[in-house]
């Protein structure tokens, strides 16, 4: 489907479109016409074409990776990046992902003057955050963090396991 590559290229207004559409082509035109699974096509498969197919399955996989920002940057998230990306109307988005090391935990806000982000790190691990300021003086921070400079508008946050709040202008 190509979700990935409109998180990795910061187009997520693209993704939040495409799944929330209630018309063709989106995935919620599939919900508002019944479907409990994706189908095949974007069309509704009235002939032998499969009502449980996988093809538009990334979508779930766009939750976490893009609107929560969780994504590994070594295997079994070892080390983590948690970039979120807001798209939409959306004011707050909150979840966690299962990993071998255990729970991640992503949540955040936003309101008229500020970016809010919850994390949480499992035992073992470090992880980059993202924020989108674009400068350190702008952020606040409720542990100890390292600041790691600033990439395409957003600035890069080294942490520890552990569990930290994040807010910025």
């Known amino acids: 489907m190509g979700f990935d ?3 990795e290229h910061n187009r997520n207004d693209i993704a939040y479109r495409l799944v929330n559409q209630r018309d ?9 016409n019944g479907a409990t699974t994706l189908w095949e096509s974007w069309e509704y498969p009235e002939n032998a074409s499969s009502q449980n197919h996988p093809m538009f399955g990334s979508t779930e996989e ?6 929560l920002g969780i994504n590994p940057l070594q295997p079994g998230f070892k080390e983590i990046m948690i970039k979120p990306q807001p798209a939409g109307d ?4 909150q979840g966690s992902y299962h990993s071998m090391y255990g729970l991640i935990r992503s949540a955040w ?3 008229e003057k500020e ?3 919850e994390v949480e790190i499992p035992a073992n691990t470090t992880a980059r955050i993202y924020l989108p300021a674009t400068n350190q003086e702008s952020i606040a921070c409720s542990s100890g963090y390292t600041y790691a400079g600033e ?8 942490v520890n396991s552990g ?6 202008q």
């Open 5 to 7: 590559v409109l998180r």
């Open 62 to 67: 766009w939750f976490y990776r893009s609107l």
């Open 163 to 168: 569990k930290y709040t994040f807010t910025c």
């Open 109 to 111: 806000r936003i309101t």
């Open 24 to 32: 063709y082509p989106g995935w919620g035109y599939m919900v508002e």
């Open 90 to 93: 959306l004011k707050w988005v």
């Open 115 to 117: 970016f809010q982000l």
């Open 151 to 158: 990439q395409d508008g957003y600035s890069i946050c080294l």
